[in-house]
T-cell receptor, first 113, second 114 residues
Framework: DAGVIQSPRHEVTEMGQEVTLRCKPI?????LFWYRQTMMRGLELLIYFNNNVPIDDSGMPEDRFSAKMPNASFSTLKIQPSEPRDSAVYFC???????????FGPGTRLTVT | AQSVAQPEDQVNVAEGNPLTVKCTYSVSGNPYLFWYVQYPNRGLQFLLKYITGDNLVKGSYGFEAEFNKSQTSFHLKKPSALVSDSALYFC????????????FGKGTRLHILP
């Protein structure tokens, strides 16, 4: 398996633009997590899905953030409109079971100018 | 709500010496505990986990961790540090009685000095 795939790896955009981050989890994994990593706040859980259903989105910072998982092999995290404070590395991770370890993608480094 | 604390932002250890990276947690029930490592410009990699059973858990790259319920701790250890162990280490907790959220600590940067 290729592991968790994220695209793009780097994104530079201007304030106010829409940004879409993509994730392909490992096949057969039932859980998908979106995290944001910054120097100031560390690793924050934004939202997670179980069997494509959003379970907890309490970590999503604002209504500008939204996430979808239309099928078992694809998820998106959208920011609209983007702001400079959204600049961070966004990670997607998946796990097979509740007890399983999470496998992380390489991350998307987002810079909003 | 569950939480996890890594009290040290940075740990410096001489190569060949034993290392310990500390982690304490707070959950309402019996926790699932994890350690991950992050190398520069990479995603997190799983090292080891405790779910149930033996309190001493062995993982990748010679690392081990001991679950201590009375002290609510899950410290990461290695008998002899390598320079290549230098990285950012994260402790994480999941409370299976509550939900499936995995909460990560802020991370501890480990420097192994040659």
């Amino acid at each position: 398996d290729a592991g968790v795939i994220q695209s793009p790896r780097h994104e530079v955009t201007e304030m106010g633009q829409e940004v879409t981050l993509r994730c392909k989890p490992i096949s057969g994994h039932d859980y998908l997590f979106w995290y944001r990593q910054t120097m100031m706040r560390g690793l924050e859980l934004l939202i997670y899905f179980n069997n494509n259903v959003p379970i907890d989105d309490s970590g999503m910072p604002e209504d500008r953030f939204s996430a979808k998982m239309p099928n078992a092999s694809f998820s998106t995290l959208k920011i609209q409109p983007s702001e400079p404070r959204d600049s961070a590395v966004y990670f997607c991770a998946s796990s097979k079971t509740r007890q399983g370890s999470s496998y992380f993608g390489p991350g998307t480094r987002l810079t909003v100018t | 709500a569950q939480s996890v604390a890594q009290p040290e932002d940075q740990v410096n250890v001489a190569e060949g010496n034993p290392l310990t990276v500390k982690c304490t947690y707070s959950v309402s029930g019996n926790p699932y505990l994890f350690w991950y490592v992050q190398y520069p410009n990479r995603g997190l990699q799983f090292l080891l986990k405790y779910i149930t059973g033996d309190n001493l858990v062995k993982g990748s790259y010679g690392f081990e961790a001991e679950f201590n319920k009375s002290q609510t701790s899950f410290h990461l250890k290695k008998p002899s540090a390598l320079v290549s162990d230098s990285a950012l280490y994260f402790c994480a907790v999941r409370d299976p009685k509550r939900d499936d959220k995995i909460i990560f600590g802020k991370g501890t940067r480990l420097h192994i000095l040659p």
